[in-house]
C-alpha cells in the first residue's frame, strides 16, 4: 500500500508498443492538492504514461495505485468512476452541441440510466437531472463561459474551446485531474487565463493535478513538483526550478552543442 499523502503513485511502469519502449521503470508519486509537472521533449512518453494511468494502455510492467488502491489494468471506465478525469492533447468536444450540452456530459459517470428509471421519470430521474444540471451550471460559472453557453463548439475560438473541455473534466467532480497539453496553440492572455483557472481547481475545489505541457513559463509558475521523461526514462524530478537548472534536462531539450555552449 502507498503512503497516506500520495493521491498517486507510479511503481516500475513500462510500456510497450511491438519493439518500441515508450516509457520504462517510470516511478512517480503525486501528493494530495499538488499541481504536478510531466514534461519531456516530443516523444519522451507522456502521454503514454498518461494513458497507462488512465487505463487506455495498461502497463505491461510495475504497477499504478490511486489513493493506496491498484488500479493496474483497470479499464478507463473504472478509472473513471474512482474520480479521474482527463483532457486530452487533441480536443475531443462534440462538434453539433453546444458548450453547456458538451460539460452535461462529463455527468454520465454520476447518471444511473435504466428502464425503470425513464419509466419513473418525474420521480427518480428528474430530480438527478436537476441536480446535475445545477452543478454544471455552477461549472460554467466557475470556468466564466455564461456569455457561449448556449453556442455551438465548432464556432468557438481555441482557447474557448480548450476552457469547454478543462469545464467538461470538473463537471465529473474529480479528486485526481490530467491535463494533456491544455495550452497548446494559445496565445499569452490565454495561457495565462488557464493557469489560473487550474490553480483555482486546486484551490476551490481541492483537486489534484498532474499537467502535461510544453510551455516552460507555465509549468515552473505553476507546479509544485515536476518531472522529466527523456525517452520513456526518468532523467530528473524535484521543484521545478532545480529540475529546469539540471545539465541532463537541458540537454534533452536542447541537445548536447548547444547545451555545452
Known amino acids: 500500500m502507498t503512503g497516506n499523502t500520495h493521491i498517486l503513485e507510479c511503481r516500475g511502469v513500462e510500456r510497450r508498443f511491438g519493439g518500441l519502449v515508450a516509457v520504462s521503470g517510470v516511478d512517480l508519486q503525486i501528493d494530495r492538492g499538488e499541481i504536478f509537472g510531466l514534461i519531456g521533449p516530443n516523444g519522451s512518453g507522456k502521454t503514454t504514461m498518461t494513458n497507462a494511468i488512465t487505463g487506455f494502455y495498461p502497463p505491461q510492467k510495475g504497477h499504478i495505485f490511486l489513493r493506496g488502491e491498484d488500479i493496474t489494468g483497470f479499464a478507463p471506465y473504472q478509472v473513471a468512476r474512482r474520480g479521474v478525469a482527463r483532457t486530452f492533447q487533441n480536443l475531443a468536444l462534440f462538434n453539433g452541441m453546444t458548450v453547456l450540452e458538451n460539460i452535461l456530459l ?91 483557472f487550474i490553480l483555482d481547481a486546486r484551490d476551490e475545489q481541492g483537486v489534484t493535478v498532474l499537467i502535461i505541457e510544453h510551455h516552460m513559463d507555465i509549468i515552473t509558475g505553476i507546479c509544485d513538483r515536476i518531472l522529466v521523461l527523456s525517452y520513456g526514462e526518468v532523467i530528473s524530478s524535484g521543484m521545478p526550478r532545480d529540475v529546469m537548472s539540471d545539465p541532463r534536462v537541458v540537454q534533452a531539450y536542447l541537445g548536447g552543442a548547444h547545451a555545452a555552449a
Open 106 to 196: 462529463g455527468r454520465h459517470v454520476h447518471m444511473r440510466p435504466g428502464v425503470l428509471r425513464t419509466f419513473l421519470y418525474p420521480w427518480l430521474a428528474r430530480p438527478e437531472e436537476v441536480r446535475n444540471r445545477a452543478l454544471v451550471e455552477d461549472i460554467i460559472d466557475f470556468m466564466q463561459l455564461q456569455s457561449v453557453r448556449h453556442t455551438p463548439v465548432e464556432s468557438l475560438p481555441l482557447g474557448l474551446k480548450k476552457r469547454v473541455e478543462l469545464a467538461r473534466a470538473l463537471a465529473a467532480e474529480p479528486s485526481f485531474l490530467i491535463l494533456d497539453e491544455p495550452m497548446a496553440g494559445m496565445n499569452q492572455e490565454e495561457k495565462e487565463y488557464m493557469a489560473r
